[in-house]
């Protein structure tokens, strides 16, 4: 019964997800992923929702949750997708020869810096640089989520401290 009752409240409001989906994507096919995606997880979780509530916005907010979570990975992800060189050089394609070695030099630098740090305090750095979430290095590491961010920041506090002395 709970199934065809989804399909009814489904069926009455799915052009207006769907536009509302469109809007936020601007790309139809995108629009009909996040709708498909809303769909799925409002009917796993049809149990939670409170007969008599607005379904319309009970799936509003799933579908705007799932567009947020979604946005913010892709963005994250193409922030540290490409490794260090190729968007310095993206970024200054007019750049020398001369300037070229110079990146190249530092990059080379800072990785022996990094290398130097203790592989408690590297690992959960580097996991974090990838894109992981604190709670994923955690969990992947098995420490306590406080430890996971306590070796982060004195793995960066010791490498800015390495390399200040280098400009220094």
Same mark, same amino acid.
């Given at each position: 019964?709970?199934?065809?009752?989804?399909?009814?409240?489904?069926?009455?409001?799915?052009?207006? $997800?769907?536009?509302?989906?469109?809007?936020?994507?601007?790309?139809?096919?995108?629009?009909?992923?996040?709708?498909? #995606?809303?769909?799925?997880?409002?009917?796993?979780?049809?149990?939670?929702?409170?007969? +008599?509530?607005?379904?319309?916005?009970?799936?509003?907010?799933?579908?705007?949750?799932?567009?947020?979570?979604?946005?913010?990975?892709?963005?994250?992800?193409?922030v540290v997708s490409l490794p260090v060189e190729e968007m310095e050089f993206a970024v200054l394609s007019d750049s020398t020869?001369? #300037?070229?070695? =110079?990146? =190249?030099?530092?990059? $080379?630098?800072? =990785?022996?810096?990094?290398?130097?740090?203790?592989?408690?305090?590297?690992?959960? $750095?580097?996991?974090?640089?990838? +894109?992981?979430?604190?709670?994923?290095?955690?969990?992947?590491?098995?420490?306590?989520? +406080?430890?996971?961010?306590?070796?982060?920041?004195?793995?960066?506090?010791?490498?800015?401290?390495?390399?200040?002395?280098?400009? +220094?």
């Amino acid at each position: 019964m709970p199934q065809l009752q989804f399909e009814d409240y489904y069926r009455m409001n799915h052009r207006a $997800l769907t536009s509302f989906a469109l809007k936020l994507t601007n790309n139809k096919m995108d629009a009909d992923d996040l709708v498909q #995606e809303t769909a799925l997880k409002a009917f796993k979780n049809f149990n939670k929702f409170i007969e +008599g509530s607005n379904f319309k916005n009970w799936t509003f907010t799933i579908l705007k949750n799932t567009f947020v979570t979604k946005y913010n990975k892709r963005k994250k992800s193409k922030v540290v997708s490409l490794p260090v060189e190729e968007m310095e050089f993206a970024v200054l394609s007019d750049s020398t020869t001369e #300037e070229k070695s =110079s990146k =190249s030099t530092r990059y $080379l630098y800072v =990785s022996s810096k990094l290398e130097q740090l203790s592989d408690k305090s590297k690992e959960p $750095l580097v996991m974090y640089i990838n +894109g992981f979430q604190y709670q994923e290095i955690a969990d992947s590491l098995d420490i306590p989520l +406080g430890t996971v961010k306590s070796r982060i920041n004195y793995a960066r506090t010791k490498l800015k401290k390495e390399l200040s002395r280098k400009a +220094g």
